[in-house]
């Protein structure tokens, strides 16, 4: 069994400061022979955007590089980048971009120059043409994959639709430092956007006009506003937005959100999901005249989660299937008797994908941290998530590192945490962390980026329960980075991007982990299918001591008669290859055996996967039907015999709804079946 470093941790305090056990370390290796577009205030996004089964790297930014730039001397032009990685090597969306077209075809940049009565250019004294005037013709879309180029910017890959191809979901600001975005015809104007982007299945992006969410800015760079999750159990991936609000209803209203949106079937709709019970409630602002006296009444806001613009997840944190909700950040008039505002945390347990109950430790000591970046991961290998933060701590706390380890317990989900002087760690702000097993050995090491001091930085986690710093920064640069696997060794790489402030400028960067990796995990057994009374129910098998020893989580697919395709992470269902470099917070915890989803009766092929969360190794798939085969081809025909109708939780209607979204169910005269959403 893995040791127990929730004891190696609380030793730790009584440790002379300095003193540190020599420790493993990754080798790295970084990749020189690749022209990636240097670029920083942007954030990475990994995953298989063209489906052959290796990561692949997209961001945005501002950069000194001329992969997007029409006027040779502007360097800052907001853009948009796609990198492939493919068999052959690398290959760019963007290396015929020197000279750029918008997306009608149209010169991006034309200069009109004063004329003499022929015609001719007419140049002043000096022998330099006149310049009248100059016009930019450009939307700052990609115009190879369609995606708008923004700064300060946050992306998730997920498969919003089922339908097995990588979209994209992306938070971020189209006019910062924008030579186009003061000029250029107003086609999106300088604004915060939040848009969804559906994979083409060509290398193409096509915006989902029907995904519709709030004007939400992420409020810093560093925070992590956007999480994704299936947290009602229907098939489809709902996702959650934290921020700042760009409008409020009325100035006594909150400034802050936390916004959970219902995907709608894979239509590219999504519902706002006002179903938290948050302790003490969430309330507008009195207001008071000049002299004090009260004219507008605070007002209960029912239903809404905490306002807190900072960090959002989805993780199960009680080990009950359900994905719970964890915000923590900034939030104002705050307190609630025990919590100064400011400094703020809120933990929702799902019940049963119906509500989230605020459930948030009560304990004077668990105080968070703010400007911080935080992690979902299980660092003691307890088999419960842990929350990790480095940031800043009003009264007196200043620069620190916090680790809460997770206790399963609902009526107390995390321990007041461990700081620095437990942890042997590195105390910043205005970062982003990860947590990996890079060197091998089967423990979780944390990786700094953003601060401009210990940036790019490997802390890696000893036998001793201590954390020892890297010998060197892998970049040394101020920005984010993302993880994945792209040359398919089983270990975590790093695509950093950012800004160097020692004279090198934009940068972006990829290191890959050679470290050997440990033997891939075991698939899962007598994985199983049922359906009863509107739920798929999956069940499998697995040594659990095993699972807890090699840090195992699970992953699991259903494949539907139409050939739609829904999974807990994207992954390939031959191969087992994981789409996504990230998110593995999200995926099924060891001690659950048993998954059921809201379906229609009907033909289904299931699979359930074992994942390692330390690292990239996975397992097939092992896999089971219910019914008749029909998954592969439903297209035929046979007459259609019965029609039936679902809502999307399931149940069944006795005729179709009047209004809003609902499943129907074809039934055809060979026994074969065919669902789809319509809406009304």
Not at 103 to 125: F, H, Q, R
Not at 388 to 414: E, H, M, P, R, S
Not at 598 to 617: D, H, I, K, R, S
Request: aromatic share 12%; net charge negative; with cysteine.
């Amino acid at each position: 069994m893995k040791k127990n470093y929730k004891k190696l941790f609380a030793a730790v305090a009584v440790l002379a400061a300095g003193v540190s056990v020599a420790q493993a370390q990754a080798v790295w290796e970084q990749v020189t022979d690749q022209n990636f577009a240097n670029t920083h205030r942007t954030t990475p996004t990994v995953a298989d955007f063209d489906g052959d089964g290796r990561h692949d790297v997209f961001y945005a930014g501002q950069g000194n590089n001329d992969y997007w730039t029409v006027n040779p001397d502007w360097y800052w032009q907001i853009g948009s980048y796609m990198f492939y990685n493919t068999a052959d090597g690398w290959v760019s969306d963007c290396n015929d971009r020197v000279t750029r077209l918008d997306s009608l075809g149209n010169p991006a940049y034309t200069v009109n120059y004063e004329t003499d009565t022929l015609g001719n250019p007419v140049k002043d004294l000096e022998g330099n043409l006149i310049v009248i005037d100059t016009t930019w013709h450009i939307d700052n879309v990609n115009p190879k994959t369609g995606i708008l180029g923004t700064t300060n910017d946050q992306h998730i890959a997920f498969d919003y639709n089922n339908d097995g191809l990588v979209d994209m979901l992306l938070m971020g600001f189209s006019g910062e430092w924008d030579v186009m975005g003061y000029q250029r015809d107003n086609i999106y104007g300088n604004k915060y956007n939040i848009e969804l982007y559906k994979n083409n299945g060509d290398g193409t992006f096509t915006l989902v006009p029907d995904a519709v969410f709030a004007n939400i800015r992420q409020d810093n760079k560093y925070n992590i506003p956007l999480a994704v999750g299936d947290y009602n159990h229907d098939g489809y991936t709902d996702i959650l937005i934290n921020g700042a609000l760009e409008s409020k209803e009325a100035d006594n209203y909150p400034g802050r959100a936390c916004y959970l949106y219902r995907n709608e079937g894979g239509t590219g709709m999504f519902t706002l999901m006002n179903i938290a019970e948050s302790r003490g409630g969430v309330w507008t602002g009195e207001v008071k005249d000049e002299e004090g006296n009260v004219i507008t009444e605070a007002q209960s806001l029912d239903g809404v989660f905490m306002p807190i613009s900072g960090n959002v997840h989805f993780a199960d944190l009680n080990n009950d299937g359900w994905l719970d909700i964890v915000e923590v950040g900034w939030a104002d008039n705050s307190w609630d008797g025990i919590h100064s505002s400011g400094n703020a945390c809120r933990v929702y347990i799902n019940i049963n994908g119906e509500k989230f109950v605020d459930q948030t430790p009560v304990s004077p000591g668990f105080y968070t941290l703010r400007s911080a970046g935080t992690t979902i991961a299980d660092v003691n290998g307890d088999g419960f998530l842990d929350l990790f933060q480095a940031g800043w701590g009003d009264n007196g706390v200043a620069w620190n590192t916090y680790l809460f380890t997770g206790t399963g317990d609902t009526a107390a989900i995390f321990d007041d945490p461990l700081d620095n002087a437990s942890l042997y760690l590195f105390g910043t702000e205005g970062c982003k962390t990860y947590i990996r097993d890079f060197d091998g050995d089967g423990t979780a090491d944390v990786y700094y980026c953003g601060p401009q001091d210990g940036n790019g930085q490997v802390w890696y986690l000893g036998a001793d329960g201590t954390f020892a710093k890297g010998d060197s920064a892998l970049i040394e640069s101020e920005g984010f980075a993302a993880l994945g696997d792209f040359d398919n060794n089983g270990m975590t790489d790093i695509f950093h991007t950012g800004y160097s402030y020692n004279g090198g400028g934009s940068a972006a960067e990829l290191f890959l982990d050679k470290t050997e990796a440990p033997a891939a995990p075991d698939a899962p057994e007598n994985v199983a299918v049922t359906w009863a009374d509107g739920k798929l129910t999956i069940t499998w098998e697995y040594d659990l001591d095993l699972a807890l020893e090699g840090g195992f989580v699970y992953n699991l697919y259903v494949k539907k008669a139409d050939g739609s395709l829904y999974c807990v992470l994207p992954a390939d269902p031959e191969t087992g290859f994981v789409k996504v470099g990230e998110g593995q917070e999200t995926a099924i915890r060891p001690q659950v055996k048993e998954y059921s989803l809201t379906m229609p009766e009907g033909n289904y092929t299931v699979g359930v996967q074992t994942l390692c969360m330390l690292n990239a190794t996975y397992s097939a798939f092992t896999t089971a039907t219910l019914g008749s085969s029909a998954i592969e081809s439903v297209e035929n025909d046979a007459e259609v015999v019965a029609v039936e109708y679902y809502n999307l939780q399931g149940q069944k209607l006795s005729v179709a709804p009047e209004t809003g979204a609902y499943v129907v169910k074809e039934i055809k005269a060979d026994g074969t079946t065919k669902a789809r959403v319509d809406i009304k």
